[in-house]
């Protein structure tokens, strides 16, 4: 059973910055973190790679699912404190705006933290965050520090 | 070819066309590999660049995430008989396992059934050839003949 009176790890923007730098992907597509306090905003800036629909144009809803995912993790990361990163294992987008070519921002809620499990929500907006381009929820399973392989 | 010509084949004729006219399918080097009626197969090769778990080399999640997305896109599109414009609903994705690494992905999608305003779309994402072996499903259901106007998104929502 784990000491749930010990006093919980903060991460700082720093050691979450590190984590993400060290996965490509994040790099590809270019998103950022910025922390005040407790509250996490993942930053998508715009560049034209990101575009599904060139005709309207529109951000690949992959992309925005994508962005929203990484936001999740991140979120997980904070809330235990800094481990290891944690696996995907179903995400369900609902697409609610079609995202326009300028940047992006998400911000996620972990509805619960379980031991093996957490439970994860987070919405994607751009110009009014009443207004979200996007809303995820998904399960993802934690890795412990140790055991697990 | 005809005017009679059937969507599918007219695209299938132009697949790499569909993914050049698409910047981030472009980015990420999908091919598109096949298409039939109602039906797209798509695949993204490993990449460096691509890779979401450094520890392991495995491809980012959202890699797949957008393959799959985007196919399911092509097989909706597959299903008309005229070409409109569409937008996703929604996109239910369940990853079963880490993809292996170095490996192309490739999703095969299905439009199962198209109604006069929306389209459902199944699709698998495999790392090898053996079908019952899948990384990745996903269950999607996109809006058809949304008003969408070239252009309409250069300015901000009212």
């Given at each position: 059973m784990s000491d749930t009176s010990a006093t919980p790890v903060r991460v700082n923007l720093g050691e979450l910055s590190a984590m993400f730098e060290?996965?490509?992907?994040?790099?590809?597509?270019?998103v950022q973190f910025e922390l005040k306090g407790d509250e996490l905003t993942a930053i998508l800036p715009f560049k034209d790679d990101l575009i599904g629909n060139p005709m309207l144009p529109a951000l690949h809803g992959g992309v925005?699912?994508?962005?929203?995912?990484?936001?999740?993790?991140?979120?997980?990361f904070l809330a235990q404190g800094g481990k290891k990163i944690p696996k995907v294992i179903d995400i369900s987008i609902d697409y609610l705006r079609s995202g326009r070519p300028v940047d992006t921002?998400?911000?996620?809620?972990?509805?619960?933290?379980?031991?093996?499990?957490?439970?994860?929500?987070?919405?994607?907006?751009?110009?009014?965050?009443?207004?979200?381009?996007?809303?995820?929820?998904?399960?993802?399973?934690?890795?412990?520090?140790?055991?697990?392989? | 070819m005809s005017d009679d010509t059937p969507l599918w084949q007219r695209m299938a004729t132009a697949g790499a066309m569909m993914i050049q006219g698409t910047p981030q399918a472009r980015a990420l080097g999908m091919r598109v590999i096949a298409i039939t009626e109602a039906r797209a197969?798509?695949?993204?090769?490993?990449?460096?660049?691509?890779?979401?778990?450094?520890?392991?080399?495995?491809?980012?999640?959202g890699v797949v995430t957008t393959l799959l997305d985007n196919t399911c896109?092509?097989?909706?599109?597959?299903?008309?008989?005229?070409?409109?414009?569409?937008?996703?609903?929604?996109?239910?994705?369940?990853?079963?396992?880490?993809?292996?690494?170095?490996a192309t992905i490739r999703a095969e999608a299905h439009c199962y059934r198209m109604t006069k305003t929306v389209a459902f779309v199944r699709a698998f994402a495999f790392d090898g050839q053996d079908e019952t072996d899948p990384v990745a499903a996903a269950q999607a259901a996109f809006m058809m003949g949304t008003s969408g106007r070239m252009g309409q998104n250069r300015r901000p929502p009212k």
């Open positions: 060290a996965v490509p992907y994040a790099k590809f597509l270019g925005v699912g994508a962005l929203m995912e990484l936001t999740a993790v991140a979120e997980i921002y998400a911000r996620a809620h972990v509805t619960k933290l379980g031991r093996r499990i957490a439970n994860v929500r987070v919405e994607a907006w751009q110009f009014d965050r009443a207004d979200p381009i996007a809303a995820l929820h998904g399960h993802f399973l934690l890795k412990s520090d140790e055991g697990e392989a | 197969v798509v695949e993204v090769d490993w990449r460096e660049d691509l890779v979401g778990d450094p520890e392991t080399g495995v491809i980012a999640s896109g092509v097989a909706a599109f597959a299903a008309l008989s005229e070409p409109m414009s569409t937008a996703t609903l929604d996109l239910r994705i369940d990853y079963m396992r880490p993809a292996k690494k170095g």
